[in-house]
Nanobody, 121 residues
């Protein structure tokens, strides 16, 4: 079974940065992509970013220019560098793997456990 283990969440002030990590273990498929979603209380789980071996990185409009997704193939680790954080970025962040391109929840085949990110004004 695919397992995704997240780390790197925390509480920061607006304007600061965090980096989330997601370690993949188990079967892999080079045709699949990895990505990040986030979910605030009372809100739906929204797509944030995605990347794949044959798929260009892409980002949701609210995080463009501030977040960077990357994948270290040697260590099977997905990252999300989050700069210039805003209170509206506060959410539980989930890493995921699924069908390329990852653009929504239906594309996902496995989820991480979630990492809380809290941004204070």
């Amino acid at each position: 079974q695919v397992h995704l283990a997240e780390s790197g969440g925390g509480s920061v002030q607006a304007g600061e940065s965090l980096r989330l990590s997601c370690v993949h273990s188990g079967p892999t498929d080079r045709r699949y992509c990895m990505g990040w979603f986030r979910q605030a209380p009372g809100k739906e789980r929204d797509w944030v970013a995605q990347i794949g071996q044959y798929t260009q990185p892409s980002y949701a409009d609210p995080v463009k220019g501030r977040f960077t997704i990357s994948l270290d193939y040697a260590e099977s680790t997905l990252y999300l560098q989050m700069n210039s954080l805003k209170p509206e970025d506060t959410a539980i962040y989930y890493c995921a793997t699924g069908i390329c391109p990852i653009l929504g929840v239906p594309d996902i085949v496995a989820w991480g456990q979630g990492a809380q990110v809290t941004v204070s004004s």
